[in-house]
Structure formats: C-alpha cells, structure tokens
C-alpha cells in the first residue's frame, strides 16, 4: 500500500491560487466546448426524434430526403390508407393522415431576414396519430376556412405569427386561431392547416406523405414489402421515428465534426497550460519533494502525489465546465436544419452519459498534462534537491 | 539595447516552460483562424456575385417554381438586357455521400453569357447547345469523380422521378479564386421533356430567373418593376440583386455563425489564461531580482517594458507559428467534411485578413497577460521584494 501524501497535493494547490485558478479557467473552457457541442447534437436529436412515434409509419415518395420533395397522388394514397396493417379508429375508419407539407418564407423576429417554415396541411386523423401535439391557445382551425394553427416554436422565432394575426400566402389571408405545443418535437417549428385548404390554394394535386398507425408494430416489414413492391407506385416507408432520425444526421454530423475538431485542437492547449502549470510547480518545490523523499516516501508516492494533483486541478476545471454548460440548457436554438431546408427550434439537451464523457475527458486531459512533470518530480535526486534550497 | 537583450535572454532560462507557452498559443492561434476561415466560407457566396445579376424567384418561398412564360415578360422590362433561368435538379449520383454537389438544368443558351465568370471554350458550348442531354461540369467537380468530356453520367432525383443519363460535353474552370468550381449544368430542356412525360402536371416551370441588367445602379427599380408585372398572380416574384439573395441563406445560418463567432472568443480566452498563468508564474518567481534591478538604478518603465516585451515575444512567436498551420489544416478538416458529410464547402484557402487579424489577437493577448505582473513588479517596493527567499 503506498502512502500517497495527499494532503500536501492538494492544499499545494490552494496555496498557489492565481496559477490554479488561471489553469483550472483554461480547462473549464475546453470542457464548456465540449460539452456545448455534445448537448447541441444530442438536443437536435432529441427533438427531431421525438417527432415520431413508435407504431407510426410514413409512406413518401421513394428516395425523398424529406417530405417537402415528396409526392404522392390521392390515387396512391387512398390505396395506402385501405392497407390490412393500419389500426383503426372506433368507428373503423384507418388511423392513417394524408398530408401535404411546403416551405413557405417568413421574416424572422429581431433581423427581419427571411427564413423558411415548415407548412403542413393535415387530415383530421392526423391529431390522433401525434398525441404529444397539444393545443395551448385559441382553438382548432375549422375545415374549409382560411384559418391555421401555429407552432408554440414558429410564433417565437417568427413576426407577425401571434393568435389573432393574418399571414399572407398563396393569394389568401389566413388567421391564426391557434397555438400549438409538441413536446418539444419538430411539429412545434411548424404552421398547421386543413390540407384540402392547402392544396386548393396552391393548385397542386398531391400529397406529401402517408402517416399511419400500426395496429401492430410487427406489421411494419409486411406493410413495407407490399407498398415498396407496388410497380403502379414509387413508394418508399419508413418507421417515423427512423424518418425523422435521418433527417438530423446531416446537421449533427456537421455539429460533431466542427466540434470534435475544435475540441481537439482546445484540450491540446489546455494540455500544454496544464503541464506548464505543474512543471512550474514541480521545480518550485524541490527541496520540498527531496524533504518528502528524506522521509522515506517512495518515488512512486511522489509520482502519483503529482499525477494526483493535476486530476484534482482538471476535476475542478472540467467540473465547472461543465456546470456552466448545463447552463446552456435554458437556450433554445433555432437554425435551419439543412435536410428539410426550414426553420427547426431546438434546445441544448444534457445527458448524464455527456456529463461522464465531459469529466473524463478533463481527466485525461489533466493526466496526459501532468504525467510527464510527475515523472521529473519523482526521478530527482535526493541529495540534489536538498542542496537546492 | 540592453532591454532586448535582457528579454532574449530571460526567454531561455526556462526552455522548456517557454517552449510549451509558445506552442499552447500556436494552436489556439491556430483554432481562431480555423473558426475564422470556416465563418468566411460561408460568407464565399456574396464575392462570387456580381452587382448586375438580378435573382427572381416565388415570393412564397424558393420550393416553389415559376412558370416559363415569364420569361418573355422579364425580357420586356425596361434595362434588363439577357434572362436566363435555371431549376435545382436534387440529384443523387452514386449514394446520397457523392451526391453533395450542385447539379441545376439552365438555359443553355443564355447561361454562360449572364453567368461568364464560368469561362468555358466556344466549341464546349455548342457541343452543350447541340446535344438534349449534354452537361458541363467545373473543374474541381470533374477532378473529383475523374469525369473527362464523353463521360456519360447515371443519376436519380429526389425531386422528379425516373433515371437520367447525361454525357459530359464540356469542363468549366472560374474566372476568379471565389468562383465556385462544382456545379453540374444540364439542359432544362431534357429536364421539361422528361418531366412531361412523367408528371406532366410540373412541367414547364423553372426554379428561378437569372437577370442580367445593364446599370446597376437601377438594379432596386429594375427589380420593383419585375415584381409588380406578376403581383396578383398564381406565382408572385420576389426580385433582389444576387448579393442579397446569397446573404438570405447565409442569415439563415446565422445561429450557428453566432455560435462559432463565439467559440472564436472562447479561445482567446482560453491563450490569455495559459499566457497570463506562465507571466504571473514567471513575475513570482524573478521578483527578488526585479528588486535588484530596482536598487540598480533601473526604473518602473524598464521593468514594466522587460514584462511586457518578454509576453509580447512569446505571444509574437506563437501567433507566427499558428497562422504558418492554418493553411494545412483547413484542407485537412474540408477533406474529413466531404469524406464524412459529404458537404458541399468550397475550400477557398486562407485570407490575408484572417491571417494578420489571428496575429493581432496574439500580440493583444500578449499585452493582456503583461498587465498584472507588469503591475506588480512596478509598484513592488525594494525592501518587500529583497526580502522574498526563492
């Protein structure tokens, strides 16, 4: 059992301060980056993940990367909705929702720039297959009037998109009637309207997208063969969930890339701000650690006292790194997500998995910095270091 | 003078703690001209266009197209001298990962004339006139997929239907170092014929008109004027020089230029921590010998430029060393973007402006980490720092 003196590490760090503080502040920031990029990814994610459901499928045009490049005719949708695999509601008609999805340009609040909203026409099947869209002011649009709905997340990031305003689109003036929540999921960046209403207006024929419910999740692959297989149609379906996923992995692999190399380059720096800290360190307390070594603590003791007291200094950067980037979770973000092309809002979102990858990585951060001036530490000569002082 | 002597010299007393002061600078240098040189890629678009090239597209938003009649209506308008229009295809080559370059159908007739900064030679452009399926294609797009002319190219849409077979007819480098050099031009005649025969209810639209006008300078009435011919009509225009349309996707963006605009500032933070703990460190350590220096005759000023000088000197070295890595290493992360995103950045190199601004942020933060110590040992009475063992 060695005998690590400890004691002496850490309060070595109380009594230098400013270099402790200095050191830990350079660490807090990688750390802040770190796990800043992580939470980014994770929270776009979330949200867009969050936007399906389990035992919902989607039926789009084969090779659409999203639903505003799908298309699909009443004639393929109503065969779509007659399928054996789709649940039904009590009065036996088909949990399916035939939708229709467009970008439409709206200036954003604050710059005024333009930017582009989600639009989706729904059926009326379409809120019982989204149960986590919830109406939190005014009321439900009714069918065949120029009213629409709006996204708790779109009438934040948007002007002019309050309940009672009118927005201009398509040569007619809709009303706001209402607003909308979604859990925090895509829907809640998105306008909705009465998709018969949508198509009139803007003369097109067809659909996006077929959302269906499941009656049973297993029925998916079967479902999937008959549609894909249909010669008269070009379909492709895919879980909703799956869907939705995809359409984030574009945006947070270009989030994790940036960010990994940014990281990357960051804790080299606070490696070496590290190591010069504790290289500093080792050679001010010669005679100290000749002192310890007289006493008869090994060169090991020694080796780990130093090694100690560089993870105790990266514990306490990376820690308030970290506390200063949970923080970050009461931001939201709203960017446009490069695979739909429209405005999406999404939070910074903390897991304890990043929590641990953030520590750890300050952890290693501090061992690979303070490794080498360990070693120096423990490698001096007994004799020698006494003589220094 | 003996100042610089002084500092050159104290500069090598502790090697090693000097060396790793300076290499930590470099590569924080070296991460701000990073950041800095990804913040003016997206910004490339605006110096590639030109002040006399009008954009109009559907004033609901660019999904939606324009119907081709429009065209000789533009023409009409008075000071506009050639219209030219193009469609975004949304091809897939291969797999979605090859596929992140721009493929658009134009007019092939008028497309090199209102866009001639895609210099292309005469011949190439009537072999493109000649055939219904023939395609150009720029330089570094061709070099990239080893694409030579009479190379025939296989692609899906995600946005129209069917297969599409193009025969490379001709190769286009920039005129200029912010041309973009990836774009795949086909025929939107080919584009039309297919459609009609597939979804004949698309056809005969465009994504947007190019306009090229002859004054500039009217480019704001020129543009009025466009849009007031189709107010009220089933497809309303939005007209606006090309700058301000290329900054319209920038700002949608914008979130995530803040951002990194903000990371950059983290990182100077970051070198004026570790600059400042290894002056702080050094000025602890010297401050018996600034007292002899003091007792010597030498004064305030000489010890606050000896600080000053030495943080300067570190900072100066570091920030050198940086910007000489800069250059490599925004290749190596474009190469790792389009290996992995497949995304469609044009690396452009690194400006002269990011270079001597990262230089700057050094010599700045080299003064920034001199202020306390420098204070310190100004205003350190002789006796106090005599008095200090160590």
């Known amino acids: 059992m060695i005998a690590i003196p400890l004691a002496y590490s850490l309060r070595n760090l109380w009594a230098r301060r400013l270099t402790t503080v200095l050191t830990a502040a350079g660490i807090a920031m990688v750390i802040f980056v770190f796990a800043a990029v992580l939470m980014l990814a994770y929270g776009l994610e979330k949200t867009l993940v969050a936007t399906g459901a389990d035992d919902n499928a989607i039926v789009i045009r084969r090779g659409s990367q999203s639903e505003m490049m799908s298309l699909i005719d009443r004639a393929a949708a109503n065969i779509i909705r007659s399928q054996p695999e789709i649940a039904t509601d009590p009065r036996g008609k088909p949990l399916a929702a035939s939708e229709a999805v467009v970008l439409i340009g709206r200036p954003k609040r604050g710059t005024g720039q333009e930017a582009h909203v989600q639009t989706r026409g729904i059926a009326p099947e379409s809120f019982a297959m989204r149960p986590q869209v919830k109406l939190v002011a005014g009321r439900l649009f009714r069918p065949g009037l120029s009213e629409v709905i709006v996204g708790a997340a779109a009438e934040r990031r948007f002007e002019g998109m309050g309940l009672g305003r009118t927005i201009r689109f398509a040569m007619r003036d809709w009303t706001v009637v209402g607003l909308f929540e979604a859990e925090g999921s895509g829907f809640e960046s998105e306008i909705w309207l009465d998709s018969e209403q949508l198509l009139q207006a803007f003369r097109r024929p067809v659909f996006s997208s077929v959302t269906v419910r499941l009656s049973d999740p297993s029925g998916f692959d079967a479902l999937k063969q008959r549609l894909e297989g249909d010669p008269r149609f070009n379909l492709e379906v895919k879980r909703e969930k799956a869907f939705y996923a995809d359409q984030s992995a574009m945006m947070t692999g270009f989030i994790r890339v940036l960010g990994l190399f940014v990281t990357v380059i960051f804790s080299i720096g606070a490696m070496i701000g590290a190591m010069i800290t504790m290289y500093a360190a080792v050679a001010n307390r010669t005679t100290e650690i000749g002192t310890l070594r007289a006493l008869g603590f090994p060169r090991g003791s020694i080796l780990l006292a130093f090694l100690v007291e560089s993870l105790f200094l990266s514990l306490i950067g990376g820690g308030a790194g970290l506390v200063l980037a949970s923080l970050l979770q009461n931001m939201t973000v709203s960017t446009t997500n490069f695979a739909t092309f429209s405005e999406l809002a999404f939070r910074f979102a903390l897991s304890p998995a990043i929590a641990l990858e953030s520590i750890a990585f300050a952890l290693v951060v501090g061992f690979l910095g303070g490794f080498l001036p360990a070693v120096r530490a423990a490698r001096q000569n007994i004799l020698q270091s006494l003589r220094a002082a | ?390």
């Open chain 2, 1 to 390: 003078m003996q100042l610089i002597h002084l500092i050159l010299k104290n500069l090598f007393r502790h090697k090693l703690r000097t060396i790793l002061t300076v290499l930590g600078i470099a590569i924080a240098i070296l991460a701000f001209g990073m950041i800095r040189t990804v913040i003016a890629m997206w910004y490339s678009g605006i110096e590639a266009s030109s002040p006399n090239r009008l954009i109009a597209r559907n004033a609901i938003s660019l999904i939606f197209p324009l119907p081709i009649a429009y065209r000789n209506a533009i023409v009409a308008v008075p000071g506009v001298s050639v219209v030219s229009y193009a469609q975004w295809f949304g091809g897939i080559y291969i797999d979605e990962k090859h596929s992140q370059f721009p493929q658009i159908a134009v007019d092939a007739a008028t497309w090199f004339d209102v866009a001639p900064e895609n210099r292309i030679s005469e011949s190439e452009k009537a072999a493109f006139l000649r055939e219904r399926n023939a395609a150009v294609v720029g330089v570094q797009l061709a070099r990239r997929f080893g694409w030579k002319i009479g190379d025939v190219v296989r692609m899906r849409s995600m946005i129209f239907s069917g297969d599409w077979d193009f025969v490379i007819r001709g190769i286009y480098t920039g005129a200029q170092k912010s041309t973009d050099e990836t774009f795949f031009f086909f025929q939107w005649r080919y584009l039309d014929e297919q459609i009609r025969r597939l979804e004949p209810w698309r056809a005969g639209n465009v994504g947007w008109y190019v306009v090229k006008i002859a004054d500039p300078n009217r480019s704001a009435s020129i543009s009025e004027a466009i849009d007031r011919r189709f107010k009220n009509s089933l497809a309303e225009t939005r007209t606006e020089t090309e700058q301000s349309f290329v900054q319209g996707f920038i700002s949608m963006s914008d979130a995530i230029l803040v951002a990194l605009r903000i990371i950059s500032f983290v990182i100077i933070g970051v070198i004026l921590a570790v600059l400042s703990n290894t002056m702080a460190m050094t000025a602890r350590e010297r401050l018996s010998e600034y007292a002899v220096l003091k007792t010597l005759g030498f004064g305030a000023r000489h010890l606050v430029l000896l600080i000053a000088g030495e943080s300067l000197l570190i900072a100066l070295i570091g920030g050198a060393a940086g910007i000489l890595l800069i250059g490599p290493i925004v290749d190596g992360f474009g190469v790792v973007m389009t290996l992995t995103v497949g995304a469609m950045f044009p690396i452009v190199g690194v400006s002269p402006v990011t270079r001597a601004v990262s230089l700057l942020m050094a010599l700045g933060v080299g003064l920034a980490a001199a202020i306390f110590p420098a204070w310190r040992a100004a205003t350190l009475r002789i006796v106090e720092g005599l008095r200090r063992v160590g």
